[in-house]
């Protein structure tokens, strides 16, 4: 679970906040939308999640712990739980895409014969297999979004970060993508946090989400209520 209480963040030489006291919960094994327009503090609040920014005041709690506290080894620890995936991809273009996948499994010092087995497995369940030692100029949008996944959860994170994922994508290619998150959040049963500027996505498949506009929140809970407030 993530907590958010009181969350204000102001970037030096800016006079509105980015972020402005915001409180939200994201409960474990769900999907959260967090909805608003460009400049709305979307990726600020992200960025404060795995501790790229730190909020100007207020606290987060991932799991009960207050991530403010976390020293050095445990927030390493931290970051491997939390997998990201980014709007333009993100991908190495000097590695074939089994070499992009391994990324995170070498950092964590896993055995070469766990990783060779392990991005098997990551191939498969993003639906790359025939495209392991392809390179990542060789393949589509989507596929290219599908190695960014494999790679975001290769170190098996409790939480998939996603930053605009679907915002460089075609609309069809967007529904695949939103569907093969939302097969992956129930076979997984992890957590997936997703912002976005576009609507349709939080509908087809969050289960709840938060509305910003100008770094505040002006909504938050299940789609219902975000539908109302949009
Ligand atoms: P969104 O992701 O919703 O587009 P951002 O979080 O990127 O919103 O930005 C929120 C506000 O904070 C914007 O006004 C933006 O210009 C400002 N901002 C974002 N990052 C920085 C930064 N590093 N320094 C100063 N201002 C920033
Ligand atoms: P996006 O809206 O796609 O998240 P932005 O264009 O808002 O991207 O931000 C791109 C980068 O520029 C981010 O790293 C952000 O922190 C930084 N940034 C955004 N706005 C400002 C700003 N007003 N001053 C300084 N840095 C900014």
Same mark, same amino acid.
């Given at each position: &679970?993530?907590?958010?209480?009181?969350?204000?963040?102001?970037?030096? =030489? %800016?006079?509105?906040?980015? $972020?402005?006291?915001?409180?939200?919960?994201?409960?474990?094994g769900?999907? #959260?939308?967090?909805? =608003?327009?460009?400049?709305?503090?979307?990726?600020?609040?992200?960025?404060?999640?795995?501790?790229?920014?730190?909020?100007?005041? =207020? @606290?987060?709690?991932?799991?009960?712990?207050?991530?403010? %506290?976390?020293?050095?080894?445990?927030?390493?620890?931290?970051?491997?739980? &939390?997998? &990201?995936? #980014?709007?333009? #991809?993100?991908?190495?273009?000097?590695?074939?895409?089994?070499n992009?996948?391994?990324?995170p +499994?070498?950092?964590?010092?896993?055995?070469?014969?766990?990783?060779?087995? @392990?991005?098997?497995?990551?191939?498969?369940?993003?639906?790359?297999?025939? #495209?392991?030692?392809?390179?990542?100029?060789?393949?589509?949008?989507?596929?290219?979004?599908?190695?960014?996944?494999?790679?975001? $959860?290769?170190?098996?994170p409790?939480?998939? $970060?996603?930053?605009?994922?679907?915002?460089?994508?075609?609309?069809?290619? %967007?529904?695949?993508?939103?569907? +093969?998150?939302?097969?992956?959040?129930?076979?997984?049963?992890?957590?997936?946090?997703?912002?976005?500027?576009e609507?349709?996505?939080?509908?087809?498949?969050?289960?709840?989400?938060? +509305? +910003?506009?100008?770094?505040?929140?002006?909504?938050?809970?299940?789609?219902?209520?975000i &539908?109302?407030?949009?």
């Open positions: &679970m993530i907590k958010l209480e009181n969350i204000s963040k102001y970037y030096a =030489g %800016t006079a509105a906040p980015a $972020l402005s006291d915001v409180s939200l919960t994201i409960e474990a769900t999907i #959260f939308g967090i909805l =608003g327009r460009s400049g709305a503090g979307k990726s600020t609040l992200l960025r404060c999640l795995n501790r790229l920014e730190r909020p100007s005041s =207020g @606290r987060i709690e991932i799991d009960g712990r207050d991530i403010a %506290t976390l020293n050095t080894a445990q927030l390493r620890q931290q970051r491997q739980q &939390m997998g &990201m995936i #980014f709007q333009h #991809f993100n991908l190495l273009h000097s590695r074939t895409v089994r992009n996948i391994d990324v +499994l070498e950092i964590a010092g896993v055995p070469p014969k766990v990783r060779a087995q @392990r991005i098997e497995e990551l191939l498969a369940l993003v639906g790359l297999e025939p #495209f392991g030692d392809s390179w990542p100029s060789q393949l589509s949008g989507g596929q290219k979004q599908r190695v960014g996944i494999a790679r975001a $959860l290769a170190a098996e409790r939480y998939l $970060l996603c930053d605009e994922a679907t915002s460089a994508l075609d609309p069809e290619t %967007t529904r695949s993508i939103l569907d +093969l998150l939302a097969n992956i959040q129930r076979q997984l049963n992890i957590t997936i946090v997703l912002i976005t500027h609507m349709s996505v939080v509908k087809r498949i969050c289960h709840g989400a938060a +509305l +910003l506009e100008h770094g505040q929140l002006i909504e938050s809970g299940t789609l219902a209520q &539908m109302a407030r949009q």
